[in-house]
């Protein structure tokens, strides 16, 4: 059979998730308040960290960003899920495809820069705590933010200008409820050797080196805890640091399953529970993550809450 070219794909299946069709009202009733929850949360974070001057921090500017980043990652691929789910018409138009994908590698590879970023400054918190406020001066939180959203957007836009230039087959079918970039170079009819190797030379170093910078923070941050340890001090960085390792940990850990391990010929149901793990849950932990192991963000909930009772 004839390769189609790229012109002529006027738009591809979308196979989602593998839901017996009985099930398909749960599933849905579950992934919709999965996703006003992940939207009403991070909007919370969003609210509070600009309602109580007091979270007017470096640390709260970061985390406000990556609660605006998890936002709209999520809202690029859960509203078209349930509409798929919803009307049994899994179909998406070719640009919708790489507009989609091109979304979630923004907002994916953004996430990536901020962790990096909200590690440097708890290295700088514990390590040079005397010197905070001159190194984490109001220009460099902007210029860090700004580069994050930059590298992004220039990483984003690199993979999808080699991806348009690429030929699909007849067979337009993806085994997965968004178009992942992997998933669309697997379908592809032309030579992929280029943006395979994009992938793992500047892909690879988009995600390793910020991981890296992350490890190296925590290891300095390590270090000098060791030096003096005390219990207060231990706990006083586990309550501060705790939250962002985690959400590092359960980050790295599902983008590893979508981005790195798909290459290999594992079932599409580990893929997909990967992908599940990255675009749905994890946006929709972060916020309680970072809330319940959080008192300045508990205390200015609590404002919020008291205010509201004395306006009623």
Known sequence: MRPENKSSMSEFLLLGLPIPLE???????????????????????????????????PMYFFLSHLAFSDIFLSSVTVPKMLKNMQTQQPFIPYVGCI?????????????NFLLAVMAYDRYVAICQPLHY???????????????????????????????????FCA???????????PALLKISCSDIFLNELVIF?????????????????????????????????LFKVFSTCGS???????????????????????SNEKDLIASVMYAVVTPMLNPF????????????LEIFVNKAKFLK
């Open 171 to 181: 067979d337009n079918t993806i085994p997965n409820f968004f178009c992942d970039l």
């Open 133 to 167: 406020t001159t190194v984490m001066r109001q220009e460099l939180c902007v210029s860090l933010v700004a580069g994050s959203w930059f590298f992004s957007c220039a990483h984003a836009l690199l993979h999808s200008l080699l991806l348009v230039q690429l030929s």
């Open 289 to 300: 993550i970072y809330s319940l192991r959080n008192r300045d963000i508990k205390h200015a």
């Open 244 to 266: 962002h390792l985690f959400v590092v940990s359960l980050y790295y850990g599902t983008i590893a399953g979508v981005y790195l391990f798909s290459f290999s010929q594992s």
């Open 201 to 233: 030379t500047e892909g690879a170093m988009v995600v390793i080196l910020p991981f890296f910078s992350i490890l190296g923070s925590y290891i300095h941050i390590g270090m000098t805890v060791l030096r003096v340890p005390s219990r207060r001090r």
């Open 99 to 111: 507009s989609q994908m091109c979304l979630i590698i923004v907002f994916g590879c953004l996430d």
């Open 23 to 57: 099930q398909q009202g749960i599933f849905f009733a579950l992934f919709l308040g999965m996703y006003f929850t992940t939207v009403l949360g991070n909007l919370l974070i969003i609210w509070l960290i600009g309602l109580d001057s007091r979270l007017h921090t």
